[in-house]
């Protein structure tokens, strides 16, 4: 992704996940989901940025928008635990203050990503976790909801597949899903977090990541994306970064920092320094994923060592644009 940027507008770029997603692995009619629901969570996000809103409430905007869609593993559609349940984690961050807010291990959350907001406007922490995480959610009014809205069956027909291929138990299905399964949902059982990265026109940068972790997870686990510096990063001074992939790596790299540190203080622009850590050091270490960054100057980038990433990107100054292969912009 290439482009010349006008410092003085907005723009914006968000991601549903990377992993194996080949033109071989998507149907039309899948690829035209995905590719419907990337460009509609994208104006949602561009919308308010449009409107003179805030960098911050974009990003929030967007993966609000994400996770109430089963396309993604976030919110509803997040994928289950090796116990057939769902704990979906996420953060937000405020380039221009570095405050944050980061959510571990929600299970009845229709929009984790708002309870991470939360924790940043409203108490003196960065992370809430578990129990006390969902009675923060519920006394602020943060959509609690029955864990089996958020179900979906193809999240579960991957946990079948996942576990059978581990020679590990199954759990007792849980009664009472929302969802019938969807043809369209591409499920390599692994990736499809979803996150968001935003400069404001007051100049602004903000980052959002949203996510159900990775199928069959031990319970507990948390992966990357609610750690500061590692699936999430903004700093005004630097820039703002999503990620997604094998967490574990992710959290070892400090990855979305790091791609901040090579910006901030090697000068690298936001391409160099994320193809740098992704394509580099994130496959040197074995690790698979991507992200998606926005510069200080509204420069957008994306960078990736999986086959694909489900991705878009907007700007004032150009027409927005939507990619999943690797041989896409
Ligand atoms: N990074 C997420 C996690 O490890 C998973 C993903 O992005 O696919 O929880």
Same mark, same amino acid.
């Given at each position: 992704?290439?482009?010349t940027?006008?410092?003085?507008?907005?723009s914006i770029?968000?991601?549903? *996940?990377a992993?194996? &997603?080949?033109?071989?692995?998507?149907?039309?009619?899948?690829?035209?989901?995905?590719r419907?629901?990337?460009?509609?969570?994208?104006e949602?996000?561009? #919308?308010?940025?449009?409107?003179?809103?805030?960098?911050?409430?974009?990003?929030?905007?967007?993966?609000r #928008?994400?996770?109430?869609?089963?396309?993604?593993?976030?919110g509803?559609?997040?994928?289950?635990?090796? /116990?057939?349940?769902?704990?979906?984690? #996420?953060?937000?961050? $405020? *380039?221009?203050?570095?405050?944050?807010g980061?959510?571990a291990?929600?299970?009845?959350?229709?929009?984790?990503?708002?309870?991470?907001?939360?924790?940043?406007?409203?108490?003196?922490?960065?992370?809430?976790?578990?129990?006390?995480?969902?009675?923060?959610?519920?006394?602020?009014?943060?959509?609690?909801?029955?864990?089996?809205?958020l179900?979906?069956?193809?999240?579960?027909?991957?946990?079948?597949?996942?576990?059978?291929?581990?020679?590990?138990?199954?759990?007792?299905?849980?009664?009472?899903?929302?969802?019938?399964?969807? /043809?369209?949902?591409? $499920?390599?059982?692994?990736?499809?977090?979803?996150?968001?990265?935003?400069?404001?026109?007051?100049?602004?940068?903000?980052?959002?990541?949203?996510?159900?972790?990775?199928?069959?997870?031990r319970? *507990?686990?948390? *992966?990357?994306?609610?750690?500061?510096?590692?699936?999430?990063y903004?700093?005004? +001074?630097?820039?703002?970064?999503?990620?997604?992939?094998?967490?574990?790596?992710? &959290?070892?790299?400090?990855?979305?920092?790091?791609? +901040?540190?090579?910006?901030?203080?090697?000068?690298?622009?936001?391409?160099?320094?994320?193809d740098?850590?992704i394509?580099?050091?994130?496959?040197?270490l074995?690790?698979?994923?991507?992200?998606?960054?926005?510069?200080?100057?509204?420069?957008?980038?994306?960078?990736?060592?999986?086959?694909?990433?489900?991705?878009?990107?907007?700007?004032?100054?150009?027409?927005?644009?939507?990619?999943?292969?690797?041989? /896409?912009?």
């Open positions: 992704l290439s482009e940027t006008q410092s003085s507008g907005w770029a968000i991601h549903g *996940g992993g194996v &997603i080949s033109r071989s692995a998507l149907k039309p009619d899948q690829e035209a989901a995905y419907q629901a990337l460009a509609a969570a994208l949602t996000g561009a #919308a308010v940025l449009r409107n003179d809103g805030s960098a911050l409430n974009a990003v929030e905007a967007a993966v #928008a994400l996770e109430d869609d089963p396309l993604f593993n976030a509803r559609g997040s994928v289950f635990t090796a /116990e057939g349940r769902i704990e979906m984690d #996420a953060a937000i961050m $405020d *380039g221009a203050t570095l405050k944050a980061a959510v291990g929600l299970t009845r959350s229709a929009h984790p990503i708002s309870v991470a907001r939360a924790v940043m406007d409203k108490t003196e922490h960065v992370m809430l976790s578990g129990f006390g995480a969902e009675i923060f959610a519920e006394i602020n009014d943060l959509e609690s909801v029955e864990p089996e809205t179900f979906t069956e193809n999240r579960w027909d991957a946990l079948e597949r996942t576990l059978k291929k581990r020679h590990l138990p199954i759990p007792p299905r849980p009664h009472a899903f929302a969802a019938a399964k969807s /043809e369209l949902v591409h $499920d390599e059982g692994k990736h499809g977090t979803v996150g968001a990265v935003a400069r404001d026109r007051a100049g602004n940068l903000a980052a959002a990541t949203s996510t159900g972790g990775v199928t069959g997870k319970f *507990g686990r948390v *992966g990357d994306s609610p750690i500061i510096g590692a699936g999430a903004a700093a005004n +001074a630097a820039c703002a970064v999503s990620a997604t992939g094998d967490g574990e790596y992710f &959290i070892r790299l400090g990855v979305a920092r790091d791609i +901040a540190a090579l910006f901030e203080y090697r000068g690298l622009d936001v391409q160099a320094a994320a740098l850590v394509k580099e050091k994130l496959t040197a074995g690790g698979s994923g991507g992200v998606i960054c926005v510069a200080p100057n509204g420069q957008v980038a994306w960078s990736f060592n999986s086959e694909g990433m489900y991705r878009a990107s907007a700007a004032e100054w150009r027409e927005p644009v939507v990619s999943i292969y690797g041989d /896409e912009a």
